[in-house]
Structure formats: structure tokens, C-alpha cells
């Protein structure tokens, strides 16, 4: 059996191990991989944000280019397939903005994508993207209304106005944002409603119920993309609630998926939803949702961010997340901002991890502790995969994956502060492995 073995630890990333002599028939095993077959795996991927523009333009045209084909080329070392991107302004934009900032506007005559083709399309990301892998997916979410839809008129916090003739004209703009992507050569193959549905933040936000979701999707974002021939999917999402807390503080454990199952479970609007995704707090509920709902797909829809430091203990958290979303019935992971300056600090003040950094003095690219993890998972695992069940005591760390041509991928973290074995049976051969302390590890089989 071929056997490759792939470890990044602090010192060393991404090192190729000796594999010829770790088949053993007398150990006994400590993580078996089973036969037991699960969710199908879409891909991975991270977000187009204007910030990673701006972070992007500061290289030369070769380095540039360098870092576009890690993250996108089908054969490059990240293999992205799946990517996100804001209808207006994210909290990583260089300033606020929609895309029809013209009041009452309800017929949407004013709606321009004109920003996006100057900051995001002609781009350093999304059609040179698109250019390394044409079968890139891509989804889009908006994390504020235009202004005059909301109350109070503002970008940050606040709720939509909760009036047909303001509801039908949002769901107008969502058919123009598609429509617009499409004239530029660009499928926009997702729609998610809101990110982060319960933030009501001091950037670009809105804040929504259960009700309201199931409303809008029902009422008037399902039949408009039926009236204009719209192809892109409605996904629930990006759903970042509840906190455990919740549960205590309500006495009931109905908070965990209200938002999915006040949506789902109505008709009129389940049937426009082809998929649901979680995020931040929302790992609380998908198991649930998943266990409701297994015919939907689901997604991870933003990687939980750290505080801009791109330290060793958070990428060890991170790879916790991965796991905990794949063994609960995530069919993609999405990362936040794939590329930033150092401390990645948003325009609003806030500091978040990325996977890459520009420095604006060297000019140095860094591949930052989060690049390998993510590069441990979709550099091997390929769309079509499916997860594999695990058992043994290192099954809490480890995530297994067989490939459409058959190969299995494990992948597996030690984070103990030193060495320890691992005895792997896959098919009954046994392998015996010595994981580095605190390593990411990735064995193809």
C-alpha cells in the first residue's frame, strides 16, 4: 500500500516523512479507519474581500501571481474550489458601501456593481481566480442592505424595514447582484441571505429573526429569482447562534436551531433553500440541523478569525474547528481573509488572523500556521470526497477522507506538548507513526 506522510510543526512546515518501514502487525491499533461512509465533500476555500485587494496590490506582479496559484490552481497547494465573496461592503472593505445607495429606489434603476469591478472583479482575486480554475463555485452574501432599507438608516446595526414594497425591492437586488455578476462573465452560485444573522455590530450589519428569514425567503426572494430565471441556489446562512449560554438562560434547548428550524420547517419556504451555513456560534447548531435536515448541503461559512497575532496555539484551534464541522455534517470549509497586511486590521479597527500576509515594507509574502492547516486538508482532499468514520482513542483529533479515485486521507493533530505514538489500522494493516509534539499531520493512503 502506498503511503505518503506529511508533517508541519512550529519549526518545520510541510515536511515529507520517511514512510518505508511503519507497517507493523503487532501493535495494537489506537485509531482505526473504518469503511463506514458519510457526507460528501464540496471543497475549501476563503473569502474575496477588498482589504486582501488592497494587501495583494502591494506585490510585484510575479509574487502576485505566485500567491494566486498557491491558493487557486487545481494542482497548487491549496486547490481552492469554493469561495466567497460580500454584496457590498464587508468588515474588511476599505470603506462602507452598497450596491443602490439611491433612496426609494424600488424598482432598483440606480443598482451598480461599478466598485466591485474596480475592487474585486478585474482583480488581483476574483477572475484571476476564476482564470487558474473555471469550476471554482462561488457565494455571495451581503452584510448590510443599502441604507434606506433599514432602521435606523445606517450601515452598521439596525434591522430591514419590514415593508412588502421595501421586501420585494430587496429581493429585487439580490436578481440584480446575480444578473450584474453574470454580464461580467461571473456565476454566482449561491445566494446566503445575511452574514451573521443575530450580529448587530458597529460595522456593516443586520439583524434578523427566524420569522423574518422564513418571510423573505417564502414570500420574496424565492418567487423573485423564480420570476427572473435566477439559477443560483438560496442558502440559509450565514447562521453565527446561539452561545451554550442561551440554553441555561432559556431552560430549553430549542435555541440551538431556531433559526433553521423556524425556516425549514415551513413549507413554502423550505423549498427554496437548497442549503444551510453555520458559522462562529453556529457550530453549536448544525449537528442538529444536519440530523433534521440530511438531505440539505451545509457549509462553514467563515473561519473564526483570532486577533490578527497568526499564532501557532490558534491554528492548533483551528484545526479543532475543521474537524468539528466535517465529523458534524459540514459538506465545505470557507476561510475568512485569505490574504492581509500584518496584525490584519480592518478598517473598522478590528484585528483578524489570515492565512497569508504582505508585509508593505519587505514586501515579503508569509504563509502564516492557518495556511498549512488548511493546505493539510484541501491540498489532499478532493470535491467528491467523502469522510470516513473513525474510532480509538485518536479519533478526537483525527479526520479521514476517501477520494473519488479511492485513495483515503488522514488528517491528524497532536496537540500535546510532546511526542506521541499513533498505531493507524486502515483495512487491517497497521501502521505505526510517532507524531512531532504540537504537529499537524497528513497521511494519504
Known amino acids: 500500500m502506498r503511503f505518503t506522510w506529511i508533517s508541519t510543526t512550529r519549526s518545520r512546515y510541510w515536511q515529507e516523512n520517511d514512510a518505508s518501514t511503519i507497517l507493523y502487525e503487532d501493535k495494537k ?5 473504518t469503511n463506514e461512509k458519510k457526507r460528501v465533500i464540496d471543497g475549501f476555500g476563503g473569502c474575496f474581500n477588498e482589504l486582501g485587494y488592497e494587501a495583494l496590490t ?3 506582479e510575479e509574487d502576485r501571481h505566485s500567491v494566486l496559484d498557491s491558493l487557486f490552481l487545481p494542482d497548487g497547494e491549496c486547490q481552492f474550489s469554493i469561495c466567497r465573496l460580500p454584496i457590498g461592503a464587508s468588515d474588511y472593505a476599505l470603506e462602507w458601501y452598497s450596491h443602490n445607495e439611491t433612496p426609494d429606489d424600488y424598482e432598483m434603476k440606480y443598482f451598480s456593481i461599478e466598485r466591485d469591478k474596480k475592487y474585486l472583479i478585474p482583480y488581483i482575486y476574483i477572475k484571476q481566480a476564476l482564470k487558474r480554475n ?7 452574501s451581503p ?6 432599507m433599514k432602521f435606523p438608516k445606517a450601515y452598521n446595526y439596525g434591522t430591514l424595514r419590514w415593508e412588502p414594497e421595501v421586501l420585494k425591492a430587496y429581493a429585487l437586488y439580490f436578481v440584480k447582484f446575480v444578473q450584474a455578476y453574470e454580464e461580467e462573465g461571473i456565476t454566482i452560485h449561491q445566494i446566503h441571505v445575511q ?3 443575530v450580529a448587530d455590530q458597529k460595522f456593516p450589519s443586520c439583524k434578523w429573526t427566524g420569522e423574518q428569514l422564513r418571510e423573505f425567503i417564502g414570500s420574496y426572494l424565492g418567487p423573485a429569482f423564480e420570476e427572473h430565471g435566477i439559477k443560483a441556489e438560496i442558502w440559509l ?3 453565527n447562534a446561539p452561545e451554550p449560554w442561551q440554553e441555561l438562560m432559556h ?3 430549542s435555541d440551538y436551531d431556531v433559526y433553521a428550524q423556524t425556516v425549514l420547517s415551513d413549507p413554502n419556504a423550505y423549498r427554496y433553500v437548497k442549503g444551510v451555513g453555520y458559522q462562529w456560534a453556529g457550530k453549536y447548531a448544525i449537528q442538529r ?3 433534521s435536515y440530511p438531505e440539505l448541503k451545509y457549509m462553514q461559512t467563515e473561519n473564526e478569525c483570532g486577533n490578527g497575532k497568526n499564532t501557532w496555539e490558534y491554528a492548533l484551534y483551528v484545526h479543532n474547528l475543521y474537524r468539528h464541522y466535517f465529523v458534524n455534517g459540514a459538506n465545505a470549509y470557507i476561510y475568512w481573509n485569505m490574504v492581509l497586511q500584518p496584525n490584519g486590521r480592518s478598517t473598522w479597527g478590528w484585528e483578524q488572523n489570515s492565512m497569508i500576509t504582505v508585509d508593505p515594507d519587505s514586501k515579503i509574502v508569509n504563509n502564516n500556521p492557518e495556511y498549512y492547516v488548511m493546505k493539510h486538508f484541501s491540498h489532499y482532499v478532493k470535491p467528491g470526497a467523502v469522510r470516513l468514520e473513525t474510532s480509538g482513542p485518536w479519533t478526537g483529533n483525527t479526520t479521514a477522507f476517501q477520494n473519488p479515485d479511492g485513495s483515503m486521507v488522514v488528517v491528524i493533530s497532536n496537540s500535546f506538548k510532546t511526542d506521541r505514538e499513533v498505531v493507524l489500522e486502515l483495512n487491517s494493516e497497521k501502521h505505526c507513526i510517532t507524531l512531532e509534539a504540537e504537529s499537524f499531520n497528513t497521511i494519504v493512503l
Open 289 to 291: 440541523t444536519v440530523q
Open 58 to 60: 502591494l506585490l510585484s
Open 195 to 197: 452574514n451573521e444573522v
Open 251 to 253: 431552560g430549553t434547548t
Open 29 to 33: 491499533p489506537n485509531l482505526v479507519i
Open 134 to 140: 473555471p469550476n471554482i463555485k462561488l457565494f455571495a
Open 143 to 148: 452584510w448590510s442592505p443599502p441604507t434606506w
Open 237 to 239: 446562512g450565514t447562521i
